[in-house]
Structures are given as C-alpha cells and as structure tokens.
C-alpha cells in the first residue's frame, strides 16, 4: 500500500468523510487505528471555516482487538447521537475494518435496536480496496440520497416539480478545488438566466431536505469525479435530466448555457418527460416560456464581451507572446480536460501532453482532449508524471500541488489547476474557476505562470539584483558533476525562463563524455552538439 504522501486520490474512508461532513447535523464514525484521524485537521487547516462537525474516531487498538469492536462501536454511536443529536450518523469503514473483516451492518443494525431518538444510522457501502476517495465519495453521497428518498416514498411525500422552473447543483464538497467560488458563480449565472436553485448538496446541505430534490427540473453536476451517481440514480428514479458539462472556459460555458436552453425548449414541448406519472403543469409551462423569451445567445456575447476578459485578453499582444508556447496538463478529469482545452482552443498555446490521475474515468478523458494534445497520460504515480515533464521539458506546467513540486525541482513555471493542493489554493478571496468570472482567473493564472519564469532575467538585465549571489542557487543536484567558476559565471548570464533547460543539457551531455567537470570549453561543445 502507498503512503498518503504523493497520492493523488486518498483513501476511501477519506472520500466517505468529506461527503458526510459537507452535510449539516451529520455525523461521522471512522473504524480505524490511532493515526487515521487527521481528517478533522486537515479540514479546519485547509478550509478555515468557523464551524463544522467534526469526524469521531472509534479507535482500534489492542484492547478493542482482544475482545471485539463491536461494544466500543456501538457505545461511540449511541453516544454521539445523544451528545450532537444528529439527523444521520455514517459509520466508516476503512481498510482496518476491512483486514478484521468485521461485520459493521451488523454494528449499525444493533445500535437501531438500542437507540431511541430521530437519528438515522448508515453504513458507508464503499469497497476501501477498489475505490479510491473520489469514486467513494460519488458513491456515498448517491447512498444517502437514495436513503433519504426511499425513506420519504415510504412515507408517501409529494414529489411534485416546483412551480418555478429550477435546478440542483449536485457535487460541491469540503476540501474541494475552489469548489465553493465555483458554486457561488453558478449560482449567479443560474439566476441571471431566471433558474432558481432548489438543492445543493453536499456542501451547507441538510439531509432532511433531500427529499426535495425530485422538485427541481433538472440537476447540474459541475465535477465528474463526485455526483453524476446522484444524478443518473436521480434521472432513472424520477426522469430528471442532468447537465454534467463543466462551464470552465468561454466555449464551455457557452456549451453550458445553449445546453440549458436546449432542456429547457424540450421541456416546454413535452412537461411528461419531466415528471412521471404527472399532469402538465401550466403554471411551470408559462414560467418556462418567460425564461425562454430571454436570448439566450445575446446574453453569452454580452458576458463574452463585457464580464469576461479573457475573450480580449487572448486577441492582446500579451497573450500573442504566447502563441505556440508548449505546456503539459494534469490534474483531476474535470479540470485537466477543461484547462486542455482552454490553452489549446482559447489561447493558441501547444498543450504536449495531458493527463489525469483518475484511472476509472480514463475513456472519458482520452474522448475528451484527443486531437488537442500530442500524447495523452493516465497514471496515478506521480514519478511518471514527473518524468514525462522532464522528457518533455515544457514552458509551464498546468497541474497538481505535485507538479508544482516538479516545476521547482526543473526550474519550470507550475500554475495550479486541481486538487490535490496545498493551503494557498484556499484562497479567502473570491477566486472561481467555472463561469465567466472564471475565465478571467484562468487567464491571469496562465500569463502569470508563463511571464514570472522571465523574473530573473529582467532582473539581471536592470542591475535588480548581484549575479554572484545567484551562483550558489545555480549549483548541480548530482554530485558526481562539478562546475568550475568560469561555467557557473556563463550559465548565470543565460536567461532565468531557460536557464534550467540549459543546465541539464550540459549536464547530460558531460555524462555522456564523462567528464567530471563542467568548464567554459564543455558548455560551449554542448551548446554546439545541440546545434548541428
């Protein structure tokens, strides 16, 4: 097994809490040894809220194991029930549970039985040794809804849609790449179009509410990696359609809203196709028609032109600069799919390689940037990655906290585009990444990455800064390789945005002539080498 360290997805247990704990007045039980409870820091580090519940860790140890887990579980649920009054407690298995093969259905159904207040109980049924945190999550959250919707069906509540038309954003979560921005520039885009919101789960979510999604006309899941479960398991059960194109871009926020208008003229045509077992609703037929008399396409030049400035940004000088730069991209599905075709459609920037880290989604992705970059990547190991961008040796990179980790060790630019990040990508600021504000931080964060790699170059030009003290920065990770003050002199004039690429090409070339040391003469028979 790998350590959490340089893993892009965590653990299943890990994808489970962070669906439970973006709900309000939910509860959640982790099975697991001393040490697996770093959640609830990791949570109030990186998210900064103020409040939020906290994860209870049913602690295995050798005692536990001596004499069995289920008291001590049980004990924890009837306990927290009575301390937080929750609406739902989730028990948590975790790989631990799963090596003692402890039956945990069992714990749960016990503690029904001894229980005697509101709260719901449920198990977490999520294979920690075949899913990953993101698959765990998608499928935690679709169980809860599907929980709470058969609940209410027992208790035969109306499903019938809202009078006015709306929407359920499905798949905003804690700990999530600026997954609450995202949501509050959906939320604007929605209510300029004249859609209101009826549900957004997880995150701020109440799970007594759940019932209510089947009220809304249709849902919009943002992310591939968490919520299109809910929404197909949602579509199957009440014919619900679903928007599951990501708006990050100007084309695809365009995509976006044409894609709403296009559900919303079928709606108008057909209200069966919308609500089963249903009469047409006239009040709803008239609240779409006043929605659809909006020009749907004027409001995507007007937003094109006056809200977003990457439009202009990419027809300016500046950007032009950046025709036919080379760039590699990874990260999650979603935003390695969306920023590949950003650069390469929106910029004129050459994207050389792009990958993602989510193995079972790999087909989509691959249908997703084919013919918008030369190769295609789909690994979860981080050396690959790491690799390949030496191979490559690109302009800037587009990835994860780990390739930022990469950029810095070659000397090349990293912006970041996708989890897993580290506290800087928390901002407190407004920073979203999908819709027209969006694209707007999408461009500053491409410009950016590309032009600071110049830093140190227009430094030296202007005297910003004594040479000399670059040279111990300058000096070579490999010690077998020394660099005679004359070379480290040369190699300090080269410009900073090339500079690294330089340094392993002469490098490289003095391994290949084993040569131990690196003089004035051996960087310019390299240079010439590279040349004929």
């Known amino acids: 097994m790998k350590l959490a360290y340089w893993m892009y997805a965590g653990p299943a247990h890990l994808g489970t809490l ?162 609450m921005h995202d949501c509050r520039e959906l ?43 809910t929404a197909m398991y949602l579509k199957n059960e009440f014919q619900m359609p679903y928007i599951s194109t990501t708006p990050m871009g100007i ?36 609240e779409v028609a006043k929605i659809l008399e909006k020009d749907f396409q004027k409001y995507i030049y007007e937003q094109s032109r006056f809200v977003s400035q990457a439009a202009w940004f990419s027809r300016s000088i500046d950007c032009q600069n950046l025709t036919g730069k080379r760039a590699v991209v990874f990260g999650d599905a979603t935003h390695a799919a969306s920023m590949t075709k950003i650069l390469s459609c929106e910029m004129g920037i050459k994207v050389v390689c792009s990958g993602t880290y989510c193995k079972h989604d790999a087909d989509w992705f691959r249908e997703q940037v084919r013919g918008f970059c030369d190769e295609i990547l789909i690994t979860e190991d981080h050396s690959i990655v790491g690799d390949m961008i030496s191979r490559l040796e690109p302009a800037a990179i587009f990835g994860t906290q780990m390739e930022r980790h990469v950029g810095k060790r070659l000397d090349i630019p990293c ?53 000399k003290q670059i040279l111990p920065k300058i000096q070579l990770e490999d010690g077998s390789l020394e660099w005679s003050k004359d070379a480290l002199e040369e190699l300090s004039r080269i410009p900073g945005f090339v500079r690294g690429k330089v340094k392993r090409n002469v490098e490289k070339f003095a391994l290949q002539n084993n040569k131990a040391l690196i003089t004035l003469e051996l960087m310019f028979a390299a240079k010439e080498s590279v040349n004929a």
Do not use: W
């Open 18 to 179: 962070r669906v439970a704990s973006s709900f309000k007045n939910v509860h959640a039980i982790m099975h697991a040894p001393l040490g697996d409870d770093y959640f609830n820091v990791m949570r109030s580090m990186l998210e900064r809220e103020r409040d939020f519940t906290p994860v209870t860790a049913s602690i295995v140890d050798r005692h536990v194991l001596a004499r069995g887990s289920q008291e001590k579980v049980v004990d924890n649920i009837t306990r927290k029930e009575k301390e937080e009054r929750p609406d739902l407690i989730v028990l948590t298995p975790t790989c631990t549970s799963s090596i003692l093969q402890e039956d945990l259905q069992n714990f749960v159904n016990r503690a029904l039985t001894l229980k005697d207040s509101h709260a719901d109980v449920l198990l977490a049924d999520v294979n920690h040794y075949r899913v990953n945190e993101f698959q765990a999550a998608d499928r935690t959250l679709e169980q809860i809804v599907r929980f709470y919707i058969e609940k209410a069906k027992r208790e035969n509540f109306d499903f019938s849609k809202n009078q006015k038309i709306s929407a359920n954003i499905l798949g905003v979560f804690t700990l999530g790449f600026h997954n």
């Open 415 to 467: 912006g970041v585009i996708s989890a897993p990040v580290h506290i800087q990508n928390f901002p407190l600021g407004y920073r979203p990444f999908l819709g027209y504000e969006g694209t707007n931080q999408i461009a500053d964060l491409v410009y950016n990455s590309f032009t600071l790699g110049m830093e140190d170059h227009l430094l030296e030009i202007f005297n910003g800064h004594d040479t």
């Open 251 to 286: 084309l695809n926020t365009a995509q976006f809203i044409r894609e709403i208008e296009t559900l919303l003229k079928t709606f108008s045509q057909n209200l069966n196709d919308f609500s089963k077992n249903q009469k047409p609703n006239l009040s709803c037929a008239e």
């Open 187 to 229: 939320k604007r885009l929605l209510t300029d179009l004249g859609i209101e919101i009826n549900e957004i789960i997880p995150e701020g979510g109440n799970v007594t509410n759940l019932r209510n999604l089947p009220k809304a006309h249709f849902n919009i899941v943002p992310y591939r990696e968490i919520g299109l479960m």
